[in-house]
C-alpha cells in the first residue's frame, strides 16, 4: 500500500514545533501557520519557516524531484562548469 512505505520511516520530533522530522530526508523545514486568512476562500495557507534543518553528509546528495503527471528527475552530476556565469547580485 502507498502510505505503507513512510511508516518504516524513523521520525524524529522537530526542535521548534514538534512535527515528526523524517531522518532520512537532506533537509526539513519547520513551519508555523502564519495567516490562515485566505484558507476559506482559498484554500490558501501562508507559513512562517521557524527552524530549518540539513544533514551536513552527503556533501552532494542525490536528490528526487517529481515534475507532475507520474514524471520524476533524479539530480544529475555536478559540475562547476556555469560557476563563472553565476553573480550572487542574480538571485
Do not use: Q
Not at 513512510?6 to 526539513?28: K, N, Q
Not at 512562517?48 to 544533514?55: C, D, P, S
Not at 556555469?82 to 547580485?89: E, G, I, N, S, W
Request: proline share 5%; net charge positive; aromatic share 10%.
Amino acid at each position: 500500500m502507498r502510505g505503507e512505505r513512510h511508516h518504516r520511516r524513523r521520525r524524529d520530533p522537530g526542535a521548534a514545533v514538534g512535527a515528526p522530522l523524517i531522518a532520512e530526508c537532506y533537509a526539513s523545514l519547520e513551519c508555523r501557520l502564519a495567516d490562515a486568512r485566505l484558507v476559506k476562500t482559498y484554500n490558501f495557507f501562508i507559513f512562517e519557516v521557524v527552524k530549518a534543518h540539513a544533514a551536513t553528509a552527503p556533501r552532494y546528495p542525490r536528490t528526487l524531484h517529481d515534475r507532475g503527471d507520474g514524471i520524476f528527475m533524479l539530480s544529475g552530476e555536478n559540475t562547476r562548469r556555469y560557476r563563472r556565469l553565476f553573480r550572487p547580485d542574480m538571485l
